[in-house]
């Protein structure tokens, strides 16, 4: 798949062999692809900024530049949470909401408007709501880790299988709840619950942006020893690899991001999935280097391009969560098929 | 030398190795035999730091396994599993460049290059370099393994099951390059081996196990008795001498 030529243009030109196969090899190239897919994000950064303004330019850029920088923080935060979660697990089909991330958050909030009703929950301040949730999915996701990692038994099997019964039962709990509050009530919490993008609060973003970079300063160092995860937890222990603190610091790091941009835009971990398994087959390198930051342009650009569809073609007729779970899920049966067949 | 002092290890309520106290890794090739689920593997495992024993000490060369930096072990001990499957797509060049990681932590330098050209071509994977691992036939990478493990430039090298799912050919091409290890590049090699009849022919010394207990420890001629191996198996096995050399009959 690697040195495949891409299938441009260019190739169906007579004589231009020579140029072709300069094309094939650059194209090869992990700087080439990353490069390709950046100049790609400008573009569509550029069109979503300027094009289609109704009134004043710099009002408009003003919000826009916003929900750009929304976008990128959870294209990082949910790309590097994914590839990373994969890496650790060595399984590709999974993302960090197998674990209950989501489902964990929605509860959250369902369990807010059961108690406060829907007239609170929007009167809550933003900031305390957000510290809320953040501080409690990082705890809980702590207290499982510590729990089934940081002991004797630390098993990540046993870890995901926990995490799994639990969001469950999250789920469950939650939509138990729901069937009891006011039907006015359910409405702004499902309203609430559809990941949006557009016009977050300004110090929320910019604290989930701090987070994110944050956790981002974490793994950067541990590329190499990322690339050295892929071989499995018995290869890298035997390469050196103090696997228990590596995974133990990573998976924080993972935790601290997910939690952060979920509390910031709502529930948008199948995303990952999509973003994730796109890097990989277009990175041209399993090395986290390419890998992480190639997911995190793909996040780019399904989230601008999405949300330029769905603004400027379709006249905003829905909100980007559901294009991208109802894409996701096909996706994720596209993958688990495929795995099938091999 | 690889010491152990009175380890135990236990899973559950069952004691997987029985207070095993023993010295291995002299010189050559130390062949590791014993039935299934004697404790070979775990042993394996204690010595390369993925399980913790429930008591004793393991030493290498002086060093304890408990309290040593991993990527100082990492130096002079490579340990090689049973099941290597990677999810990731590999070439053969970048699992043997990982061979590296405890000496240059993935900055590889001019002498890091030198050990993975030289692993490569010790393995005769010149052709295959640029290959993925999923397009290799089962010897091919196995081979690789190999070869990360030698770039790992460490005096012991401990391979477990080497040999699974491989056919004859590639079985007795992987142990003439294990013995050539020893033999040309010094290694100490130990490894863990389900026929005797090829611990027999290539290693110096035989080391049993049966029960989580070494049951018989000596050369390679000295363990190839019908007595010995009936007790290690717990099956009646027969040894003739065919041109000159001991082998183990235990089919039919």
């Keep these: 798949m690697l040195t495949d030529p891409v299938p441009t243009e260019s190739g169906a030109l007579p004589a231009a062999g020579l140029h072709r196969t300069r094309l094939a090899t650059s194209w090869a190239e992990p700087r080439v692809r990353l490069g390709v897919l950046g100049a790609t994000v400008l573009v569509l950064t550029a069109v979503f900024l300027f094009t289609a303004v109704p009134g004043s330019l710099s009002f408009a850029l003003g919000i826009r530049s916003r929900t750009v920088l929304a976008m990128l923080v959870v294209a990082t935060a949910v790309g590097v949470s994914t590839v990373v979660f994969h890496t650790i697990t060595q399984n590709r089909i999974l993302t960090p909401s197998i674990m209950g991330f989501d489902a964990f958050y929605v509860l959250i909030s369902t369990v807010l408007v059961f108690f406060a009703g829907s007239a609170g929950f929007l009167g809550f301040d933003q900031l305390t709501l957000w510290l ?211 | 030398m690889i010491a152990l002092e009175n380890v135990t290890k236990r899973y559950g309520g069952q004691t997987v190795v029985d207070d095993v106290s023993i010295t291995f890794g002299g010189e050559g090739v130390t062949a590791l035999i014993g039935p299934n689920g004697a404790g070979k593997s775990t042993l394996f495992g204690l010595v390369g730091r993925l399980l913790q024993p429930d008591a004793g000490r393991i030493a290498v060369d002086g060093m304890a396994v408990a309290t040593t930096p991993s990527h100082e072990l990492a130096r002079n001990l490579a340990v090689l599993r049973q099941d290597n499957h990677v999810a990731a797509r590999l070439t053969v060049h970048d699992l043997v460049e990982f061979g590296r990681f405890p000496h240059s932590r993935g900055r590889l330098t001019v002498h890091d290059r030198e050990h993975i050209e030289r692993a490569i071509g010790y393995l005769d994977l010149d052709a295959y370099r640029d290959r993925f691992l999923d397009e290799l036939s089962g010897g091919q990478r196995q081979r690789a393994f190999i070869a990360m493990v030698l770039a790992q430039d460490t005096k012991y090298v401990l391979l477990d099951e080497p040999l699974n799912n491989l056919d004859l050919r590639h079985m007795t091409e992987i142990m003439r390059l294990i013995r050539r290890m020893a033999d040309e590049l010094g290694k100490r090699v130990v490894v863990v081996l389900h026929d005797i009849n090829v611990a027999a022919t290539y290693a110096d010394r035989i080391v049993a196990m049966r029960d989580g207990v070494v049951v018989a420890d000596a050369a390679a001629r000295e363990i190839m008795r019908p007595d010995v191996l009936a007790a290690v198996y717990d099956t009646p096995v027969d040894v003739r001498e065919i041109d000159g050399r001991p082998v183990a009959l235990y089919y039919g």
């Design chain 1, 132 to 342: 809320v949730q953040v501080g409690v999915m990082v705890a809980f996701s702590v207290l499982l880790f510590t729990w089934l990692f940081g002991g004797k038994r630390r098993s990540i099997h046993l870890m995901l299988l926990v995490g799994i019964v639990l969001g469950t039962f999250f789920r469950a709990f939650t939509e138990w709840m729901q069937r009891m509050l006011d039907p006015l009530d359910f409405q702004v919490l499902s309203d609430a619950m559809f990941a949006s993008l557009t016009r977050p609060d300004e110090t929320l973003l910019l604290l989930t942006s701090g987070l994110v970079v944050l956790g981002c300063a974490v793994i950067v160092p541990l590329l190499r020893i990322l690339d050295v995860l892929t071989l499995g937890e018995p290869a890298a222990v035997g390469l050196g690899v103090d696997h228990r603190r590596v995974v133990m610091v990573l998976f924080l790091s993972v935790s601290v991001m997910i939690a952060a941009s979920t509390a910031l835009v709502g529930p948008i971990l199948f995303f990952g999935l999509i973003v994730a398994n796109l890097a990989y087959s277009y990175a041209g390198s399993f090395r986290h280097a390419w890998t992480l930051p190639t997911a995190v342009l793909i996040g780019m650009v399904c989230l601008l391009g999405g949300q330029l569809v769905l603004e400027r073609l379709l006249g905003f007729g829905g909100t980007l969560s559901t294009v991208i779970d109802f894409a996701g899920g096909l996706f994720f049966l596209y993958l688990v098929l495929r795995k099938g067949a091999r």
